[in-house]
């Protein structure tokens, strides 16, 4: 006879506990103490007294601060909107590839999740600064049309001049491509894997082309996909720490970078809880936004 999982409360609470456990003592407390952090202020060099002020979110919210806010929020969007245009197509040739050609592609894909992203990050250093390989090549191509245009007897091309690729803003948004690109591509592929492909069939006898068989077919039905892919690449591109701070110079900080100031050398503990709670604010709008439209999409039949 088969027994009721109201019967096993007890094997079902000895499972729970332990995780449960571990998830309020070491993410909930903490979680708490800053955000109780928050509302105080610097009470002497080490003590913070917590008095229930909001002076630290109106700062948090000041022009400097805002700005910081937007920005990031704009670098992450770009970085969203591109890691979109650039994964759907790869998406796309993954779910049609063959069986044995899926798999390698999509090793391909998790191949960067096996190395660590300081160690990625350094690589990517050595690709775009300036005695790096991408510039390398342009001088290798520079020179050689500088050889055709001797040849030619046309005027010399002159001395190369090296590319600025780090320390700005193309280096942050380009390294936050590479990063987060895979993010994009599996929610992707797992949403276009799911697919009907009996309605892409009938779609392109009907005479509705590849194009208008993508946008009209393929696209409405892998929206809960993409809306996934967005959130999961919009959230952790908005609060990247580690990409604006080794490829991005003075101007192309993002607030991360000014929460880390604020822990580490400003030693303003309630000031950097406060914004680091704004971003996390922000962060759960951007998931009450994606519940909402996962609501109004229907389903795939």
Known sequence: MEQSWKESKAVFAAALVPPLFWLVLFFLVPLAIIWAYSFGHNDGLTDIAITGTFKNYARAIEP?????????AWVAAIVTGLCLVIG???????????DQAKTWLLLLIMLPFWTNLLIRTYALI???RTEGYVNMGLEWLWEGGGTIAALLGLQPLGDFQPLELLHNN??????????????????LYAALDRLDKSL????????????RTLFKIVVP?????IASGVLITFIPALGAYL?????????????????????????????GAAMSFLLMY?????????????????EAR
């Open 64 to 72: 400097l601060y805002l700005k910081i806010f937007i920005k990031s």
């Open 88 to 98: 759907f197509p790869v998406a796309l040739a993954i779910t049609f590839a063959s």
């Open 126 to 128: 050595a690709v775009l």
């Open 170 to 187: 193309f280096a942050v948004i380009l390294g936050l491509i590479y990063v987060h690109l895979p993010f994009m591509v599996l929610p």
């Open 200 to 211: 892409l069939e009938a779609s392109l006898d009907l005479g509705a082309g590849h194009v």
């Open 221 to 225: 039905l892998a929206l809960s996909g």
């Open 243 to 271: 990409t604006p701070d080794l490829l991005g110079g003075p101007d192309s900080q993002m607030i991360a970078n000014v929460i880390e100031r604020q822990f580490k050398r400003a030693n303003d503990w309630p000031f």
């Open 282 to 298: 922000m962060t759960f709008i951007a998931i009450a936004i994606h519940a909402v439209l996962s609501r109004k999409t229907p």
